[in-house]
Antibody, heavy 122, light 113 residues
Framework: QVHLQESGPGLVKPSQTLSLTCTVS??????????WNWIRQRPGKGLEWIGF???????NYNTSLMSRVTISVEKSENQFSLKLTSVTVADTAVYYC??????????????WGQGTLVTVSS | DIVMTQSPDSLAVSLGERATINCKSS????????????LTWYQQKPGQPPKLLIY???TRESGVPDRFSGSGSGTDFTLTISSLQAEDVAVYYC?????????FGQGTKLEIK
């Protein structure tokens, strides 16, 4: 059973860069059957898809965040990462990494990390 | 972007009774080439990540109890819990994956009456 775990700073200052890593265990990230996603949930709000990366390195980002987002993969570490630049308090959220599976349709998330709260505050 | 709208925002149902949650998309999420609806349902309990319940609008994820069912096509979808159990108290979200950016409904909070 694959397991995803987010890690990174829980507090980021406004205008700085938010950086998170998702470690994939009990399964290889280098598998073309899966896409690797970041999703966030702002306090008391719903879910917002940030973007995904394929094992090939191809990415797709939410247009609302595209100018500030970079998702990368480190196959040797079985990890993928999120960088969000120029953060504001509006970027305060629980950030989830999640896997989607081609078998059930790219974009349906069958495995999620527990999530990590990132607070943007000075 | 495809806008997903759920109704109601909250719902209280007695144990053993049926719960029905609706989801409407601003455009069709039915892919004509394979006749599949790119619509999922998730369950989220407090302090936990969402859990995939249903994909392709009506296919239950492995391990999901058969009291959960999904129906609908095109722009109108329904999640039904046939006999509500205490452990079903949660927020339920629909999500389209017909096109990026993938978008979610605002959530429906399900409680016990």
């Amino acid at each position: 059973q694959v397991h995803l775990q987010e890690s990174g700073p829980g507090l980021v200052k406004p205008s700085q860069t938010l950086s998170l890593t998702c470690t994939v265990s009990s399964g290889s990230i280098d598998n073309s059957n899966y896409y690797w996603n970041w999703i966030r949930q702002r306090p008391g709000k719903g879910l917002e898809w940030i973007g995904f990366i394929e094992s090939s390195g191809n990415t797709n980002y939410n247009t609302s965040l595209m100018s500030r987002v970079t998702i990368s993969v480190e196959k040797s570490e079985n990890q993928f990462s999120l960088k969000l630049t120029s953060v504001t308090v509006a970027d305060t959220a629980v950030y989830y990494c999640a896997r989607d599976t081609i078998a059930s349709g790219v974009g349906s998330f069958d495995c999620w990390g527990q999530g990590t709260l990132v607070t943007v505050s000075s | 972007d495809i806008v997903m709208t759920q109704s109601p925002d909250s719902l209280a149902v007695s144990l053993g009774e049926r719960a029905t949650i609706n989801c409407k998309s601003s455009q069709s999420v039915l892919y004509s080439s394979n006749k599949k609806n790119y619509l999922t349902w998730y369950q989220q309990k407090p302090g936990q990540p969402p859990k995939l319940l249903i994909y392709w609008a009506s296919t239950r994820e492995s391990g999901v109890p058969d009291r959960f069912s999904g129906s609908g096509s095109g722009t109108d979808f329904t999640l039904t819990i046939s006999s509500l159990q205490a452990e079903d108290v949660a927020v339920y979200y629909c999500q389209q994956y017909y096109d990026t950016p993938y978008t979610f409904g605002q959530g429906t909070k399900l409680e016990i009456k």
